[in-house]
């Protein structure tokens, strides 16, 4: 299993989280955006740079992620793609997205594209908080340890 991040949106905070997990666990963590992104020394973790574009990044992870590994992403079309094709799916405030909350989300994300585009003014996600920090890692945490426990299991 390994760690696949959809980072060009990424809060830096949960990079950072992410950059301990790896080299703590031992696991594979990589960033994948469409600019250059400085990254901590370790083997545990590299960064992709994908050339610019709508979705390339999220088309790259799609291609490279394997059945189990986790995607963290706010991205709602690249997380039903993830579950998709066998994978987990985090998003950076700690909640998983799942079979069974994907199409709601999915559909919410259009009905709100079409207020933005009628010209309604919808605000934007509500500002990144310590609790939202806090969930994230909490969720992480569950997620691996009980893949851990499930691989030696």
């Known amino acids: ?19 301990r997990v790896a ?7 990589t960033l994948v955006a469409n600019q250059l992104l400085r990254v901590p020394p ?10 610019s574009g709508a979705d390339v990044a999220d088309q790259e992870i799609v291609r490279l992620l394997e059945p189990g590994d986790l995607v963290v992403t706010g991205d709602i ?28 989300m999915l559909t919410m994300r259009a009905f709100m594209d079409e207020l933005r585009g009628s010209g309604v003014d919808t605000g934007g996600p509500a500002a990144f908080s310590q609790s939202d920090r ?19 299991g």
């Open 1 to 19: 299993m390994q760690i696949w991040v959809d980072a060009d949106a990424c809060p830096a905070v949960i990079k950072e989280i992410l950059y």
């Open 23 to 29: 080299d703590r666990m031992q696991m594979q963590v």
């Open 42 to 51: 370790s083997r545990f973790i590299r960064s992709v740079q994908v050339p």
């Open 77 to 104: 079309p690249l997380a039903s793609d993830v579950l998709k094709k066998g994978g987990y799916a985090l998003n950076p405030r700690g909640e998983f997205y799942t079979n069974d909350n994907i199409a709601q």
């Open 134 to 152: 806090q969930s994230f890692a909490n969720s992480l945490d569950r997620h691996l340890a009980k893949r851990k426990r499930s691989s030696h």
